[in-house]
């Protein structure tokens, strides 16, 4: 089981990028690596058991459905179903957490997930910094405080 | 419950941050708020269970014990055992995590317990800014970081900074007139043992501050400063003094005099914390005149239904406080005045027969009153004119109360004489009734309830700033007051 910690520090209030990061079809409008999504079969994008479908700006396709969603806990839980990075059993959990000196956000994405023994330092730099820190980056370019 | 939770970013890697925190007995080394600390019967500070007893800067003891600590999650939980503060089922959590992100730190600390309801808010600000915010602050500066917290500073304020302080102060230069009382700036000193440090918000004008300038009473030898009641807020506390924290809203009346200042470092144990329903400034106006009447009235002796009270000066401070609090214990009031706007002053304070002195003899009203019986319970602060006749007035087996003499010194009595109508003659001194903490607090417990329920109301007629005390002590002196006066800093 290989794990990924990434977590970082957005010049925002919680609430604010909880705004921003609970729409789970949302990527596209702060997650730069992201081209488009939509939901599946129609669905609110906050349904439990939704899937977002999205395709990346270098044209790979991944299918993940949204696990758990909790407004009280400004957390969010996925697997991914479908991928071209040759991972098995991938959850993800995207969690904020106020900081209260300064009303800034403290954000946490965590991953665990299998796969090929040799595969794993690479895949894990690669969710870990383009997937999880180029989230944090776009979040903080579109709603960090100057 | 109550639930308090802050939260901040260190600069620094979270093992290094880790390192500091994870030490239980650590805290004496970097929280401001902690003075020294040990771990009890010889444990280690990682061990589960183990029990922290630490002294506070301002003098609290606290006894706090280790629940949980995970070297894995950056983690550890504790419960309060022991505090001087209505703090109960108190249980914290301290929690690091790392920012990958610029190899910083999250730190989290939360905790839950139960307060008294009218002291929820100011305990959880206590927890959040006092301990919390303060100790990030601590932590930050440790790592070079300036604190970019605008709390931190007020937070250590609210815990007492134990600095001298500057203020200003109406000083007495020598005993003399109203000019007499100069403004000047004065620096108060941290609060030492036993001591309490106030920042006053409404200070009390009485006529005793007239004696005290005047030197009538050798209160203070000059230069000095006059003022024996006042409300405000807490600052710090000194060691060893328990019932008092930062941040508490306190009333006094009580000497030595010195209250006419805007912070005022003093013995601790005479100051009470007021509950919110009363405001600073009918604490201030209230305090003497109140504790007086609640002595007079309940422990002087025992004013009961179906008695008939005699008040004197029954339009003044504290004969309307007598005439309202009498009243209410079902008493039938008597007053003298001076003048018919006094008597309906009087009477709006619960007097039934108010009785122009200089008009109508006062012992022959009584006694048409009470059909010859005369009252059960007079109370005297007119003093040499008076006091002879109230004796005439006063029923058998009845209670006369000299507590002051206005009108000059009452002179020699004969004892000998009261056996004439079995009576009890007191001569009580304010000092001795509310010279102990317990009988302050006691006292003020009845006074507090009286004010809150509206059995006694107190008119603020007068405030001046308190640089202007002279001109305050010219309007009392020339009777241009009526009800009460206060001064505000």
């Not at chain 1, 969690?95 to 090929?116: Q, Y």
């Not at chain 2, 013995?267 to 009447?293: C, F, H, N, W, Y």
Request: a negative charge; charged letters at 25%; one cysteine or more.
């Amino acid at each position: 089981m290989v794990k990924v910690y990434t977590s970082s520090v957005i010049d925002a209030p919680a609430d604010r990028v909880w705004a921003t990061v609970r729409d789970f079809n949302g990527l596209p409008q702060w997650h730069p690596a992201i081209r488009d999504s939509r939901i599946e079969g129609n669905h609110p994008s906050d349904k439990i058991g939704c899937i977002r479908n999205f395709n990346l700006k270098d044209g790979g396709n991944i299918r993940e459905r949204l696990l758990a969603l909790s407004d009280y806990d400004f957390s969010c839980t996925y697997a991914i179903l479908e991928s071209p990075m040759g991972v098995r059993d991938y959850i993800a959990t995207l969690k904020l957490s106020p900081i209260t000196d300064g009303n800034r956000t403290f954000a946490e994405w965590t991953a665990e997930f299998d796969c090929e023994p040799e595969r794993a330092g690479p895949l894990a730099q690669q969710i870990g910094q383009a997937v999880f820190q180029g989230g944090f980056d776009g979040l903080k370019r579109s709603l960090g405080r100057r | 419950m109550i639930q308090v939770r802050r939260s901040t970013i260190i600069d620094a890697p979270v093992d290094q941050v880790w390192a500091i925190l994870r030490d239980f007995n650590g805290h004496e080394r970097w929280h401001p708020a902690v003075a020294e600390s040990r771990i009890e019967d010889g444990r280690a500070a990682d061990e589960t269970g183990c029990v922290r007893r630490f002294r506070l800067a301002d003098g609290g003891e606290l006894r706090e014990q280790l629940l949980t600590l995970s070297d894995r999650d950056h983690r550890f939980s504790y419960c309060i055992l022991d505090a001087p503060m209505p703090l109960y089922d108190y249980v914290a959590n301290v929690s690091l995590k790392p920012v990958t992100d610029g190899n910083r730190t999250y730190w989290e600390w939360s905790s839950s317990f139960a307060a008294p309801k009218d002291r929820a808010d100011e305990l959880a600000r206590l927890v959040g800014e006092g301990i919390y915010e303060a100790g990030f602050a601590s932590i930050q500066a440790m790592f070079g970081q300036a604190a970019p917290s605008r709390h931190s500073a007020r937070a250590v304020t609210a815990m007492g900074d134990h600095r001298p302080l500057d203020g200003g102060a109406v000083v007495i230069e020598r005993y003399g007139g109203p000019e007499v009382l100069r403004w000047e700036r004065t620096v108060s000193m941290p609060p030492g043992p036993g001591e309490v440090r106030i920042r006053h918000t409404a200070i009390g004008l009485n006529y005793i501050d007239v004696y005290t300038r005047t030197g009538y009473y050798p209160l203070i030898q000059p230069p000095g400063i006059p003022g024996m009641e006042a409300a405000g807020v807490v600052l710090d506390i000194g060691p060893g003094v328990h019932g008092l924290m930062p941040g508490d809203r306190v009333a006094y009346a009580c000497p030595p005099p010195g209250a006419y200042c805007e912070v005022r470092t003093m013995k601790a144990d005479l100051v009470v914390p007021m509950p919110d329903e009363i405001s600073d400034r009918t604490a201030a106006a209230v305090m003497l005149k109140g504790m007086s009447a609640e002595f007079l009235l309940h422990r002087v002796t025992a004013v009961k239904e179906g008695d008939t009270v005699l008040v004197h000066a029954a339009a003044g401070g504290v004969g309307q406080l007598l005439c309202q609090w009498a009243r209410h214990l079902g008493a039938t009031v008597i007053g003298t005045v001076g003048s018919l706007d006094k008597a309906k002053i009087a009477r709006t304070a619960g007097c039934a027969y108010p009785i122009l002195y200089r008009e109508t003899d006062f012992v022959e009203r009584v006694l048409e009153i009470t059909e010859g019986r005369g009252c059960n319970v007079i109370y005297d602060a007119v003093g040499a004119d008076t006091f002879l006749k109230s004796y005439e007035a006063l029923a058998v087996r009845g209670h006369l109360c000299s507590y002051g003499q206005a009108s000059g010194p009452i002179p020699p009595v004969d004892i000998a004489a009261f056996v004439g109508k079995s009576a009890t003659v007191s001569r009580p001194n304010f000092g001795h009734y509310t010279g102990t903490a317990a009988e302050v607090r006691s006292i003020c417990d009845r006074l507090f309830r009286a004010l809150s329920t509206g059995v006694l109301q107190v008119e603020i007629s007068q405030e001046f700033p308190l640089r202007d005390a002279a001109e305050a002590h010219r309007a009392l002196e020339s009777r241009r007051t009526t009800g009460s006066t206060i001064l505000i800093p």
